[in-house]
Structure formats: structure tokens, C-alpha cells
């Protein structure tokens, strides 16, 4: 559903991918590992249109992304952001709702703020919620406002970058198996990029290594541990040693 | 230094200055052109007609009233050096309507407006906020930039004129209260000696005013850097701009209206 092919981004003399290639199957969730600074979000904000690749194609159910009209385009992806990206001008239900109450998807304000609600109960959130602003929430609270905001339109792909970041080990888990529900009973195909290994295990269909630029490598979930490549086993058990560099 | 590394330093940083000024230009084309091409979005106007305009307001009379103050007694102290202290109505209203009330006012929207909308965007882009908009379909310079904009130009002049009123009525306050001047007379002087060109000027700088104010919040805001500096650096230049653009547009416009 998703391909990147050949796809090439440098900011000046930094080159951060370097004709990367993926495959993303549709329903499925893809969780693409690396470390810090080795282009995980370019690649994800160039699947948006946010960042324009400098050379290569990334092609969206066989169509090229970005091509066509935007807005629809955009209208099938959701996005939880790392640090929740909430507008702080806006309450809770209207950050939920936002694209519900503007564009081609406008809907009545009750029933916008209705639907809102909805969602922030399936993340798990009080509807009292709802007309807090995001400055009155806690870290993990904003990160289920960003997941409701995510899904509140029922997008068919939904992109998680660093979901758990910044979290404690049980709101991250609480995040983690929110995003495999929610996958799963929507039938959405996923797109996470993380370097947290417990979200990997929970969220992930399929992984992929990048590092250098390139996929190192890709697998399903269940192959991870024993992949016998280099950069996977020396992330996997987070080794100093190894091919990839420890100072970058 | 040799004279190649200098002509070359000299001529990057002329480039440099013009692919600036190329940007900006461009960004205010792109933002009046989303202004007039749906979709709209009246709300996003509303609050900033709120913040530009009626949240200015006792800021902007406050300048007016002390500048309208002290003009009265400078005009009063010299003119009384050529025994022309009763021109202090006329020298007052055209003082404040051609000149101080626009450029006066401009430079507080500069301070307050400019200030706030650069630092809220570039926070916005710090944080995810403008690429989030972007994945709910939504344009930032439609979102963003166009209601902001759009009420600078609209409220400035407003409040342009109401600083005009309230500088005269300090000038006069000062003129009746210490100088012993007669208020029907003062009054009378000031509406008298006044043009109606006098008026629209002020009004058209106020626009222009209004809306390179704003237009440099917004333009900063999303050229900002990334962190804390970046956006410390983006209101920084954002007033540092709209303060130098607003004079600059002041000394052309009384030139357009004044001198041709």
C-alpha cells in the first residue's frame, strides 16, 4: 500500500536518507527502528508531503503521493506526533474534532464535539476532559489527545512518531496497547517509528532497521531476534559495539 | 583581508540580503493571495480582529494621550520663543493625524502584535503544530497568516484614528488644564485647520502599517529555527522588521501624499 523507492533527502552536506526502499502491506503495522538523527521522521514526513524527498518515488496504493488533490490525500492519513503537536489555543474536543468542524469533512458542531468525545473515551480519557485546554493535561493525557485526534476522522493509515517518548514505562504501555487496538479494530495500516524495543514488540507486524540512510533490514516481528544482522542485534540489545557508531 | 575575499564577503552578503527580501516578498503575495481564495475561516479572524484591535486599544490610547500631552507643551514652549503659542491646536492635530499618531501607533502594534503573532507561530512550529495542521488538511498561511493579516489591515487604521482622537484630546486636556487655552476656541481651531487628506493619509498608513506589522509576525514565525533560540531569534527580527519597514513606509507614504 505504501512503497518508498530509491528515496533520497540531504539537509546541506548532511545526508539523512540515501535511497531508502520500503514496503508498507496494507492492514499491516510497520514499525521502523534506528537511532537518533538516522532520518526515521524524514522518511515519515515525506510519505506526507511535509519534507519533499530530492530524488526517488513514494507511491501511495500504486499512486504516487502527494499527486491529485491534496486535502483527500491528506484526509486518509491520521497522525499522533511526538510531543502531541495539541493547539494550545483550542480545548480538548476541538483539537479532537479539528477536522471535523473545518474542510471536507465538516460536520455540526454537536455532532463534531460529540464524536470527539466518543474518541476520547476509547483512548481512555473522562469526557470532563474534553473542554480542558492542552496546558491542563499531563504528558500522557496529551498523547491520548493526539491519539483520539488521530483516529477521529477513521483514517485508513495512521502514522505514530515516538509514541511512547517522554512516557513512563506504565503510560507507555497503556499507549502501546492503546495503538495495537486501535490498529486492529479499525484495519488501519500503521506507520510507527520508535526506538523504544517494548512498543516494537507490541505494535509491530513487521520491522525495519534504518541506518545510514538505508533499510538495513526488514522482517516480520518474529524474526527480529534472531535476523542475524549486525545493526538489528546490536539495537536490539542496545550493544555500544558494533557497526554502528556510539558518537554521531 | 585581501580585496577578492572582501568583494566576495560583500557580495554574499548582498545576495544573502536580497534572497531575504525575495522571501518576504513572496510570502506577502502568497498570504494576500490565500486571502481572497476560499476556504475562510471566520473564527480564526474574529480572535485575531479580537487580539490586533480591541486588545491594542489601551495600549495605543495611553501612547496617544501622554505623546498628545507633551506635544502641546513643546509646541507651547516653542513657540512662545517667536510669540506663536496659539498655533498649539493647529500644530497638535496635524502633528498627531500625519505623522505621530500612524507611526506611533504602528510602532505599539509592532511591539505588542508583531511580537506576539512571531513568537505563537514559531512555538507552533517548534512544537509540531504547523506540520500538524498541515496533516488535517489544513493550510497554515489560510489558517495562520490570512485572518491575521486580514485584521491588521482592517483594525490599524481604526485604531489609528482613535489614537488621533485621543492625542488631540491630551494636547487638549494639556492646552485647556495648564496653558489656559479656550476650549471652544481649541476645538474649533483643530477641526478647522484640518484636511480631509490629512485624515486619509493617516488612515492609509495605518493600513499599510497594520499589515506589514503583521505580515512580519507571520513571516518570521514560520521561518523560525528550531528550540527556544529560535523562537527568541524570530521575535527578535520580527520586530526589529516591522519597526524599520513601518518607518521606512512612513517616510515614502508622506512623501506619496505630502510632496508630490
Known sequence: MIRMENVHKAFGDNRVLNGMNLEIAKGTSMVIIGGSGTGKSVALKSILGLIQPDSGQIYVDGKPAGSGDRDKFLARFGMLFQGGALFDSLPVWQNVAFRLLRGALKRPQEEAREIAIEKLRRVGLRSAVADLFPSELSGGMQKRVGLARAIAAEPEIIFFDEPTTGLDPIMSGVINDLIREIVVEMGATAMTITHDMTSVRAIADNVAMLHGGVIQWTGPVAEMDASGDPYMEQFIHGRAEGPIEAVR | ?260
Open chain 2, 1 to 260: 583581508m585581501n580585496p577578492i575575499a572582501l568583494l566576495a564577503r560583500l557580495g554574499r552578503t548582498a545576495l544573502a540580503g536580497m534572497s531575504a527580501v525575495g522571501r518576504a516578498a513572496l510570502f506577502a503575495l502568497s498570504a494576500f493571495s490565500h486571502m481572497i481564495r476560499p476556504p475562510y475561516y471566520p473564527r480564526e479572524f474574529f480572535q485575531a480582529l479580537l487580539n490586533v484591535g480591541w486588545l491594542s486599544l489601551p495600549v495605543v490610547g495611553l501612547t496617544a494621550i501622554f505623546t498628545g500631552g507633551a506635544l502641546a507643551l513643546q509646541i507651547y514652549a516653542g513657540g512662545a520663543r517667536f510669540n506663536a503659542e496659539a498655533v498649539v491646536p493647529q500644530i497638535v492635530a496635524i502633528g498627531m493625524v500625519r505623522e505621530l499618531g500612524p507611526v506611533l501607533v504602528g510602532l505599539m502594534i509592532a511591539a505588542r502584535v508583531t511580537s506576539s503573532i512571531a513568537a505563537e507561530i514559531a512555538t507552533m512550529k517548534v512544537t509540531e503544530q504547523i506540520d500538524a495542521l498541515v496533516t488535517l488538511s489544513t493550510h497554515p498561511m489560510k489558517y495562520l497568516v490570512a485572518p491575521r493579516v486580514l485584521a491588521a489591515l482592517i483594525t490599524v487604521p481604526v485604531l489609528v484614528g482613535v489614537g488621533d482622537i485621543i492625542g488631540i484630546m491630551g494636547g487638549y486636556t494639556v492646552a485647556v488644564q495648564n496653558l489656559g487655552f479656550n476650549p471652544a476656541a481649541y476645538l474649533k481651531n483643530t477641526v478647522d485647520f484640518l484636511e480631509a487628506l490629512d485624515i486619509i493619509s493617516s488612515l492609509v498608513k495605518g493600513a499599510a502599517f497594520g499589515t506589514i506589522a503583521a505580515m512580519m509576525g507571520c513571516y518570521y514565525g514560520m521561518q523560525s529555527g528550531r528550540g527556544a533560540q529560535g523562537v527568541g531569534r524570530a521575535t527578535k527580527g520580527s520586530v526589529e522588521s516591522a519597526a524599520v519597514l513601518i518607518l521606512a513606509a512612513n517616510f515614502v507614504l508622506t512623501g506619496v501624499f505630502f510632496s508630490l
